[in-house]
């Protein structure tokens, strides 16, 4: 894949030597940061560049971009590889650096004009977009190795920390300001225990979780100063905590994974912990401000103020909406639930609060979530999926909207579409349809 990505970085700069850029990347924490590395590894060479964050791409989209200005070279980031039909019959080369999945005889049909770099076309290596833009950057320069620090960003937030691939152990080992310590996969790591602990999602302690006085009683029995962070804990502090913790959960019937690598980066001059980065970052663009999420990236001092606020006001947006979920009726069959949440919960984070709900404790390993919200005359649908079960949510999704305008993205524990409102019913009668003949399969 290196190798090709030197050659797709050759001609496209041949392409825009006396051109400029416009760089379409996608909304989310990946999509950010790849439009960020992107972005600065232009700027390093003096090309004119401009940068469009889409929720996703669809006809009227794309269109929009053919039309924008003749002269410009279009680069898509992290996104796609799931719209090669709008490609079709296109004089000027387009570019696209992405690692969702793809339908390679549609490539077939395209390949005249499309340039692409796409981990699933060169094996099972995986990265993320941001990983792909990295290498695309040390294409254009070696100097570009400093972005390294965005691509990581660009890799938790894709939830790629698990099971490295090659180019993301590379990516890490190239990354000079980050540092990855053993301990429990609480977030965050760089906050308080006090708080990290009563607040945590990612592991549940029971009689701990939720409640400071359970807290107080653990961090006292285990000899450990509320105050100090994760990060700062000692080996022994460490271990005292997670033998306490498992104690805790002995009854417990879910048994995930507690104790994992915590990535912390210098950003901002400041060791942060990179899921809270990734999060912070996913905040901002989901409520409206990809440009401030974009200059957060870039660690612009004004947006970081403007990003932690904002980040602030995304937290009680997702307490409203796991609130709003309670109240929704639900459409739920054996191994699925449906929650269609029409205008009563935000298009843009619809996909965070089925992620939150796949993880939580109210689903068996297995369950495909579906979550639903109006976005004008569209439909954003998210799918995930609770535990670790190996459905392919991308393909149900593509079996149901087969005769619906529409196009699916995402990957196969994670995808999502947008369709037309007006075919809500059609799409909810087949989506059940579909969930049913999937769970007598397996």
């Known amino acids: 894949m290196i190798k090709a990505i030197k050659k797709f970085t050759e001609e496209f700069l041949k392409q825009i030597k006396d051109k400029p850029v416009r760089i379409i990347s996608h909304y989310d924490t990946d999509g950010i940061s790849s439009a960020a590395i992107v972005g600065k590894a232009l700027q390093r ?62 490539l077939k049909k395209v390949k005249q004009n ?87 999602t990612s592991i549940y302690i029971p009689g701990v979780t939720g409640s400071s006085i359970g807290v107080v009683e653990l961090l006292r029995e285990t000899r450990i100063d509320p105050n100090k962070t994760l990060y700062e804990l000692s080996d022994e502090e460490m271990s005292r905590l997670i033998t306490a913790i498992l104690v805790k959960r002995a009854s417990y019937d879910k048994k995930e994974e507690i104790v994992g690598n915590i990535y912390l980066l210098k950003f901002f001059n400041q060791l942060e912990d990179v899921r809270e980065l990734s999060v912070l970052i996913n905040a901002c663009s989901r409520l409206g401000y990809p440009d401030i999420a974009l200059s957060f990236c870039l660690e612009n001092e004004r947006a970081k103020q403007e990003a932690q606020e904002i980040y602030i006001r995304y937290k009680q947006e997702l307490i409203s909406a796991l609130r709003e979920v309670e109240k929704i009726n639900k459409i739920e069959g054996n191994g699925f639930v449906i929650i269609n949440a029409k ?30 919200a109006y976005n004008g005359d569209k439909i954003k649908v998210s799918a995930r999926i609770a535990g670790h079960d190996s459905k392919n949510l991308k393909e149900i999704l593509e079996r149901v909207v087969v005769n619906l305008e529409a196009e699916v993205g995402g990957h196969q524990r994670a995808a999502g579409c947008l369709i037309r409102k007006q075919d809500e019913e059609k799409f909810l009668e087949a989506l059940k349809r579909n969930l049913e003949v999937e769970i007598v399969k397996i």
């Open 114 to 200: 499309v340039r692409i770099i796409n981990p699933h076309l060169f094996g099972n290596e995986e990265t993320c977009g941001a990983g792909i833009c990295y290498f695309f950057a040390k294409a254009i320069s070696p100097d570009n190795v400093d972005l390294a620090k965005l691509a990581v960003i660009g890799i938790i937030g894709d939830r790629q920390e698990n099971n490295l691939s090659k180019f993301n152990q590379q990516i890490i080992k190239e990354a000079k300001e980050l540092i990855i310590k053993k301990g429990l996969l609480i977030f965050s790591a760089t906050r308080p225990l006090k708080y990290s602990l009563e607040y945590s």
């Open 343 to 372: 205008d009563k919960i935000k298009d843009t984070i619809i996909g965070t609060i089925c992620s939150i709900l796949s993880s939580s404790l109210n689903y068996e390993s297995g369950t495909i979530l579906i979550g639903m």
């Open 45 to 106: 060479i003096d090309k004119k560049f401009s940068i469009r964050i889409v929720k996703g791409l669809d006809k009227e989209i794309i269109n929009q971009e053919l039309k924008r200005n003749g002269r410009e070279v279009l680069l898509f980031t992290d996104l796609a590889s799931g719209s090669l039909d709008y490609f079709q019959n296109l004089k000027n080369p387009i570019f696209i650096l992405d690692h969702h999945e793809i339908n390679k005889q549609k």
